[in-house]
Each structure stands twice: as structure tokens, then as C-alpha cells.
């Protein structure tokens, strides 16, 4: 057998937790006097060896584990091997002295398993061998549960097996678990394990277990384990695809990556689960291998020259193909690679050109037939394949594709001619620009954008330099936020009167991404233009109506910004224009969003991603759509649905911009759940892919998140700095974002409020913010909600906070609803009103347990235990203090004075010098100092 490559095995199961479950309860009942037997099936490396030793190493009570494997022999190997071993174990366990004890004393059946003991051979045939066996497990089971397994049962001698199922039908009430592991991915049907599943299968006290592959998300969470790192989504996506979910190849791939050693023997290995394959099926494997994917029963009878039905037949069987509603595919990927690389030059280009051959006799050209033509070594007639099948591509929403199909052509361009294409290379590459632009590839788009361009007289082809300035600008800002230049000079090369309908789609663009830098005038004035220019044209009227939508939305006029945008998807879908109708609906969501209707604004995303998917446009407009819908459900504190969302977004590899606007989103939630180093890796990412060209309402968001993480980390100088900073640039802005400052308004009162219990006093210009947003503290009920916590935080009355509260509550917020209730506790505390305290923080304390909001929990605990709120615990320590105690002595030991104890504990100065007296007392000494050093020197701090 090959060399296996070196693989890296991940330090935890992934995946299995239904599973192991499954197994713990079997165990469970076992233990409790009743035998149970547990059938772990699957194909080669599914992961059933490590779902059974990590079920068994975390059982409890200290079982006696006893097992055995059978060896790659056969059916005609050595009898009783894995039991042999079994009986082994057991006599490690018991000595040899107590187990000729429990033997039969006029002679024992199991003699021939253990020659060196010297025991006295007894006739009686099988059944007495398997009586014996029973009996001890029921003596050993009399100390404590046993667990036997079996591994590898594919391998099983027949003698073995009708062991296994003995056992499994006798073994009664006895406290016992017998589990057998099983290859059952490549048996033939015929083969004598499959008919030992299907009797034992029959049996209801059976519980089997089939391992299904792992999901794309659990192969993330398999890499992130092994690296000790999150994943990258399209990392984890490629190697579930390649891997077909199996974690041994999952495992392979990731440590092999372009090693050409490691890929050697990964293939070697893979190879050799084929290697006993008939010939017939071995010819057939590699027949459907060139084909590249599924294919038909009905092609592949006819690349075959008639039905293959015996080797089909034994390729299913042997589970090395996969039979699809009206055809075939090699089950992995991995496989299909390897099986078509061992295959001759020759012998793979005569299969291409057959392949084409048939396929060129239908009447549709397809990517498979140029495909083909070009393994084939056929270049002109690839070529010619390939560009009409990606005019087809296009008609069916197949961006991908067609791209792929005009990359082809621009590869095989010197055939062209030869070809007979009517087109030249500008053409191609414009229709290659326009492709990757539905498709969602920027940076390819930007480069056949630029190459095309510089192919171009722009003088003697104005709107075809402006089409592709045009896309290029709309290109750019997907990766960088760019792009406004190349949209002005495309609007430039065409004046009014000269192509109106170019000149109106231009200028919509143009106006497009002054909304997105925040320059409003500016998109007005060009989506005027540009809704005047339509003239009844649909498609042309939606993208205007698309840019009068967010005029109206930054205005806070919510029902003409949704009547807007209502219009915008009714025009665009009239005009079958599917981007402008997607890009309508995710900011319509914004809009929802921000006005507190995040239900309703789910609900609309997750019906336009499904549209966005069935019109190809998933990674162009599906990845912003699934941001949206990923920031509603943050805000609703459905956190752990959210990165659901970003993790599926972001396996599609969308343009950088929106990969890095995802990633910030995941970036909010690590941050709140405490992993503020992952967070701040994000944010670099964010800062990396926009450089100077944030948006300015991404800006608020951005130092919102800075602002916590820094904080966070303890650094408050620079947390203040960057807050302040900010602060001045929006009191000197002229255009006001009231919903986007609201945040940053909140996060400066979280860091007045750390900032104090820290005994510093910040200068960050909230009042003046504060009054900034007045004017919009009736158009945004998020506004409202930031302004009513504002002036808790500055009153920090219990009445002040309680309506910060009921503003939160009214949104369904749940982290910012416990942050308020956190704080207003503590305002119920300064009135020795405990009471008020323990019912508000219990609220706070469910709301951030259910998001695992780890930094705040902490700091609902702490506060809880300030307060003497917790019941108190025993606290051993050589000096006799209560928890109480301990409390006081961790504050004193900050230098604070008895007021300020006071303060923070929520009890009154003398109560507090009644404690240090105590404390004093206690730890002989007769100073404050002397008794913080004391503390410090036998470890009470810690404690």
C-alpha cells in the first residue's frame, strides 16, 4: 500500500456530538444491567475508529474496556482473531491466576487462544467456545460495566463474525456494550458483512450508527481545530468540495496542501481503494473520470458504445459511484482526480475526443464540449465551442461559467481565425468585463477591463470606453471603494444627445457610489439627470429610483424611502434588470434595519438571497444581501444564526469589499463575546481592504469597534484617543448620519462609564454629540434609544435607566437591553434599593447567557458579588475572612480610599471600615498597606 501522506489529525471530534451521544446513553442503559450492542458504519476514513475511542475514553464509572481488530485477511484468515485480543485484554485486566480460576476446571474450549497459560484443551465445538466467552464477560461484568469492541468487522473471519452476532443476541442482562465498527463503503452487495448488518440490522435493540460526510461548515470547524485558527471560509468550502466531507481526506488535504510529495501520496493512497476492481469496472471508473462530472446514463452509452450495466452495477455496489436521478458521478472528487491523472496522455485525449464527438451531434454547445475539444488538443474548434456556449451560459444566469468559457477564448485566441467567431478581442474581453461583473470576480473583471481599454481608441469608440470605464468604476469599488474617477470619465466620453440610454445608465452608476461615499447632493444631481434621460425605460428608470430611495432613507422619510424602493423593484423587474431589483431590496433591508423593523427585514433578505441564487448572482449581490441580513439578526441577538449567514457568504469568495464588510460583522460578535484578539485581526482586515476609503457610514461602525476592542485590552488611552478624534470630525462635519452616530454616541457612554470606574475622566465631547442628534431623535427610534442612555449615563437615576430600558425593549435588542439593565442595577444599588438590583440584573444575566457574552456576564457577575447580591460562597483561606471580606480587601488593595469602597460596593462608609477593621484584624497587621502586602504575598488576591 502507498505512503500515506503525513497527516495533521485535529485535537477534537468534530461533527459526531449526536453521536457520541448516542453511544453515552447505550453505555448508560448498559451499565445499568442491560446489554446493549452499538454498529458504527461508514465508508474508509469517515472517522469511525475516533468516534469510538473518544466515546469510550469519556465514559464514565472506569468500564473495563476490552477489544479486538480483525485483520485484512478475508474471510479464509485466521479464525477468532479480534476475540483473541479481547480475551487478552481481559486476562491483563484479571491475571492469569484469577482467569484459569474462572475457567472451566475439567478443561475450557478457549485453550488454543492462550498456549503460554497452559490450559487443558476441552471438546464441545463452537458453541461451548461461545458460552465460555459469555460467562466470563458476565463475571467480569459483575465488578463493573464492560465495554467490547470490535473493530474493522469487514475484515471479520466467518467464525469471528457469527461470534459477533452471537453476542449480540445472548449477551441479556448483563452490563455489557458491544460495539463493532464497520467498512461499509466499498462492500460488494454480496459480500458476507453486508448480510451481518442486515440480520443484526433487523433486531430493535440494535442501535446503528451510519456516519454521514461532514458539512462544508463542520470541515470549517475540522481546519480551524487543526490550525488553531478560524478557517477561511473558501479555504474550508474548497476542501469540503475536494474531500467530499470525509475527515481523513479533509485531514490529507490540509496537510499535504501543494506539496507535490504529499499529493503523490494522497493519490497513491486513493488509488489503491480502486485497485481490485474488475477490469471492466476499472475501464469504466476511468471513462466517467474524463468526463469531469455527472454524466448521463444516456451519453455514456453512447461514449461507450452501449450499456455498461455489469461494471455500473459493480461500481455502485462498491459504492465507488454515486447514481443520480438520470446518470452517474464518481462519489469523491479526490477519487475522480486520481483515477484521471493515472490515465495516459493518449488515452486521455482519445476519451476527450470521443466525449466530443458524441456531445457535438446535440444540438446546444456546452462548456463540457469545449472542454473536451481542448483536452482533445483541438484548440479552434474549443474555441468556437466556447464562445457560443457562453452566449448560451449567459441566457441561463451561468456568470461563472460564461466567464470560464471567454477565459478559454482568450486563452485560445491565436486559433480565431481558424475558428470563425464573429467577434474581435475587444468584444471578448468587454463580454469577459460584464461577465465577471454579474459574477462577482472584480479583480478578473478589473483586469479584461483594463486590457480592453488599452486595446481601445476611446476617441473612435466612445461608448464602448465608456461601457468599460463604467463597469471597471463599478469593479473597483467592489474591491477597494474606488472607482468614482473611471464613472466620471465614463459619463464624460458620452454627452447628452449622444446615447442617452448609455449616458442615463452611467450617470445611475455614477450616483450609486456617491451613495455609498455618503455624498448626497451629488447623487441626486446625477440620478435626476439620469431618471430624465430614461424615458419610460424601465430598467433605466429603476436604477434612478434606486438612488431617490436612499436620498429619502438618509433624510429619515422611511415611507417614501420604502415607497422608492417599492417602485425601484417593480420597474427593475419589469426592465429584467435583477441586479438593480437585488440592490433595492438589501437596501430596503437597511432601511428596516435601522428603523427597528429586523424581522420584517430578514424575512425580505432571505426571499431576495434565494431570488439572487437562481439569477447567478449570488456572489455579486447575494454576498451584501446575506451582510444585511447578518446585521438584523445581530441586532436581534440572533448571533450564532448571523455568522451562519457570513460563513455561507463568504464561502462563495465575494468581491474584497464585501468579504471584508462580512468579516466586520463577525468581528462585532467576537468582540462582544470576548475573543477580542480575533476581533481586532478582523478589524485590520477591514482597515487593509478600504485603506482611505471607508465610507463615512461604515467609518461610525468601524471606531465604534475599535473603540471596545481597544478598550477591552485595557488600553483607555488609546481607546479615548480614537474616540475623541472621531467625535471632532463628526461635530465638524456638515452631513450629519444619525443613525450610524447614534452607535458611536453609545459606545463613548460605555467608555465614560469604564472610564470613571477606572478613576479617569475622559474628554470625548458627548454632550455636544448628544445635542447633535436631537434633530433625530424622531425619525430613528435607534437614535432615541442612544439619546434616553446618554442622559441615564449623565443622570444615572434608576428612572433615567429604566427608560433607556423600555427604549431598548421596545426594539428587541437583547444585548444593548442587558447592558441598560446592567446599569440599571447599578444606578437601583447607589439607593440601596438591592431588590430592584437582583431583578434587573437576573435579566440581564438570561439575555447575555443565551448571546455568550462573555465580557459581560463578567461584569454582571462582578457586580453582583459588589453588591453582596450572590449568595456567599465558603471561601477557604488560612485567615478566617468571608467572601465579604475578600471582596472589600481585592477593592482596598486598589488604593481606593473607604468613600470610594463605599461607592463601589454599594454599602455605606462605616459599613466598609467596620470590614477593614475585621481585615485588619485577621491578617495581623495593623495597616491598610501592610495588609494589601500581606494579601498579595499569601495569595488572597487571587483567590
Known amino acids: 500500500m502507498g505512503g500515506m501522506p503525513t497527516t495533521i489529525v485535529s485535537p477534537e471530534l468534530v461533527g459526531r456530538s449526536d453521536e457520541l451521544a448516542e453511544i453515552l446513553a447505550a453505555y448508560e442503559k448498559a451499565a445499568g444491567g442491560e446489554s446493549v450492542t452499538v454498529l458504527v458504519s461508514g465508508e474508509a476514513g469517515i472517522g469511525k475508529s475516533r468516534l469510538t475511542s473518544t466515546a469510550l475514553a469519556s465514559l464514565p464509572g472506569d468500564p473495563l474496556v476490552l477489544s479486538g481488530g480483525c485483520l485484512e485477511l478475508g474471510a479464509g484468515g485466521t479464525p477468532w482473531v479480534p476475540f483473541v485480543a479481547v480475551l487478552r485484554d481481559l486476562l491483563r485486566s484479571w491475571g492469569a491466576e484469577r482467569l484459569r480460576a474462572e475457567l472451566p476446571s475439567d478443561g475450557t474450549a478457549l485453550a488454543a487462544w492462550l498456549p503460554e497459560l497452559g490450559l487443558t484443551p476441552a471438546d464441545g465445538g463452537q458453541i461451548r467456545l461461545f458460552e465460555e466467552l459469555v460467562a466470563l464477560l458476565d463475571l467480569a461484568a459483575r465488578d463493573r460495566a464492560v465495554v467490547v469492541l470490535i473493530e474493522d468487522l469487514q475484515w471479520a473471519d466467518a467464525s469471528s463474525r457469527e461470534l459477533f452476532v452471537y453476542l449480540a443476541r445472548n449477551l441479556g442482562p448483563r452490563a455489557v456494550l458491544l460495539v463493532g465498527t464497520v467498512r461499509t463503503g466499498d462492500l460488494a452487495a454480496a459480500h458476507p458483512t453486508r448480510q451481518l448488518l442486515g440480520e443484526l440490522g433487523r433486531r430493535a435493540e440494535i442501535v446503528q450508527l451510519e456516519l454521514q460526510p461532514l458539512s462544508r461548515q463542520q470541515v470549517g470547524a475540522l481546519l480551524s481545530a487543526i490550525e488553531g485558527q478560524p478557517a477561511h471560509p473558501v479555504v474550508s468550502a474548497e476542501i469540503h468540495r475536494r474531500s467530499a466531507g470525509n475527515p481523513l481526506f479533509v485531514e490529507a488535504l490540509r496537510a499535504s496542501g501543494t506539496s507535490p510529495a504529499g499529493l503523490a501520496n494522497l493519490t497513491t493512497l486513493l488509488l489503491d481503494r480502486v485497485a481490485d476492481l474488475s477490469s471492466d469496472a476499472r475501464q469504466l471508473l476511468e471513462t466517467i473520470a474524463v468526463a469531469g462530472a455527472e454524466v448521463t446514463d444516456e451519453l455514456l452509452s453512447e461514449v461507450c458504445d452501449g450499456p455498461p450495466d455489469n461494471a455500473l452495477r459493480e461500481l455502485i455496489e462498491r459504492n465507488q459511484l454515486i447514481a443520480t436521478t438520470d446518470g452517474y458521478a464518481i462519489r469523491h472528487d479526490l477519487i475522480r482526480e486520481a483515477v484521471y491523472g493515472s490515465l495516459l496522455p493518449g ?185 430624465e434621460l430614461a424615458r419610460g425605460d424601465d430598467s433605466l428608470r429603476a436604477a434612478a429610483l434606486l438612488v431617490f430611495g436612499w436620498v429619502d432613507d438618509r433624510n429619515g422619510d422611511v415611507p417614501s424611502a420604502l415607497q422608492q424602493y417599492a417602485d425601484c423593484r417593480a420597474a427593475a423587474e419589469a426592465g429584467g434588470d435583477h441586479y438593480t431589483y437585488l440592490t433595492a431590496v438589501q437596501w430596503a433591508g437597511l432601511t428596516l434595519n435601522k428603523n427597528g423593523h429586523r424581522e420584517e427585514a430578514v424575512a425580505l433578505i432571505a426571499a431576495a438571497q434565494q431570488s439572487a441564487e437562481r439569477w447567478g448572482l449570488g456572489r455579486a449581490r447575494g454576498s451584501m444581501l446575506a451582510q444585511n441580513r447578518a446585521y438584523a439578526l445581530f441586532y436581534l441577538g440572533r ?284 491578617l495581623s497587621v495593623t495597616t491598610r498597606t501592610e495588609a494589601v502586602a500581606s494579601a498579595h504575598g499569601s495569595g488572597l488576591l487571587t483567590t
Open 639 to 922: 448571533w450564532d444564526e448571523a455568522l451562519d449567514v457570513v460563513d455561507d457568504a463568504l464561502a462563495d469568495g465575494p468581491p474584497p469589499r464585501h468579504d471584508a464588510a462580512l468579516r466586520f460583522l463577525v468581528a462585532q460578535i467576537a468582540c462582544r463575546r470576548g475573543d477580542l484578539d480575533y476581533a481586532g485581526e478582523l478589524i485590520s482586515i477591514a482597515s487593509d481592504t478600504f485603506g482611505e476609503r471607508r465610507p463615512a457610514a461604515f467609518e461610525h461602525f468601524f471606531t465604534s469597534l475599535r473603540v471596545l476592542v481597544l478598550a477591552g485590552q485595557g488600553d483607555l488611552d488609546a481607546a479615548e484617543k480614537v474616540l475623541a478624534d472621531h467625535f471632532d470630525k463628526v461635530l465638524a462635519s456638515t452631513d450629519v448620519l444619525y443613525y450610524e452616530t447614534a452607535w458611536v454616541l453609545l459606545v463613548g457612554v460605555y467608555f465614560e462609564r469604564l472610564s470613571r470606574s477606572h478613576r479617569r475622566q475622559p474628554a470625548t465631547r458627548l454632550p455636544e454629540v448628544r445635542a447633535l442628534l436631537a434633530d433625530g431623535e424622531s425619525r430613528w427610534p435607534t437614535v432615541a434609544a442612544a439619546l434616553r442612555t446618554a442622559e441615564a449615563a449623565e443622570s444615572n437615576t434608576l428612572k433615567s435607566w429604566d427608560a433607556a430600558v423600555a427604549a431598548w425593549r421596545a426594539l428587541s435588542e437583547p444585548y444593548e437591553l442587558a447592558m441598560t439593565l446592567t446599569a440599571a442595577a447599578s444606578a437601583a444599588l447607589a439607593t440601596s434599593n438591592k431588590p430592584g438590583a437582583r431583578l434587573r440584573l437576573t435579566e440581564a444575566q438570561a439575555l447575555a447567557t443565551d448571546l455568550s457574552a462573555t465580557p459581560l456576564l463578567t461584569e454582571i457577575a462582578a457586580l453582583t458579588t459588589r453588591a453582596g447580591l450572590a449568595e456567599a460562597p465558603v471561601v477557604a483561606n488560612a485567615y478566617g475572612l468571608t467572601a465579604r471580606e475578600l471582596v472589600v480587601l481585592k477593592v482596598l488593595a486598589r488604593g481606593l480610599s473607604n468613600a470610594e469602597i463605599a461607592r463601589e460596593l454599594f454599602v455605606s462608609s462605616n459599613t466598609v471600615a467596620t470590614h477593614v477593621a475585621r481585615i485588619l484584624r485577621k
Open 347 to 531: 488515452q486521455r485525449r482519445r476519451l476527450h475526443a470521443r466525449y466530443a464527438h458524441v456531445l457535438g451531434d446535440r444540438t446546444n454547445p456546452s462548456a463540457a464540449l469545449a472542454e473536451h475539444w481542448a483536452a482533445a488538443g483541438e484548440p479552434a474548434l474549443s474555441l468556437a465551442a466556447a464562445w457560443q456556449a457562453a452566449a448560451v451560459a449567459s441566457q441561463q444566469h451561468a456568470y461563472d461559467e460564461q466567464l470560464h468559457l471567454l477565459e478559454r477564448v482568450l486563452t485560445l485566441w491565436s486559433a480565431a481565425s481558424a475558428a470563425h467567431i464573429e467577434a474581435d478581442r475587444v468584444d471578448v474581453l468587454l463580454a469577459a468585463v460584464e461577465a465577471a461583473y454579474a459574477a462577482g470576480r472584480s479583480t478578473s473583471g478589473v483586469a479584461y477591463a483594463t486590457e480592453a481599454l488599452a486595446d481601445l481608441d476611446a476617441s473612435s469608440a466612445p461608448a464602448q470606453a465608456a461601457r468599460l470605464l463604467g463597469l471597471r468604476g463599478l469593479l473597483r469599488n467592489r474591491i477597494d471603494n474606488s472607482g468614482i474617477e473611471d464613472l466620471t470619465a465614463a459619463v464624460e466620453l458620452v454627452p447628452a444627445g449622444a446615447d442617452d440610454v448609455l449616458r442615463s445608465r452611467l450617470l445611475s452608476s455614477l450616483a450609486y457610489l456617491h451613495c455609498i461615499d455618503g455624498l448626497q447632493s451629488r447623487a441626486q444631481a446625477c440620478a435626476t439627470e439620469a431618471y
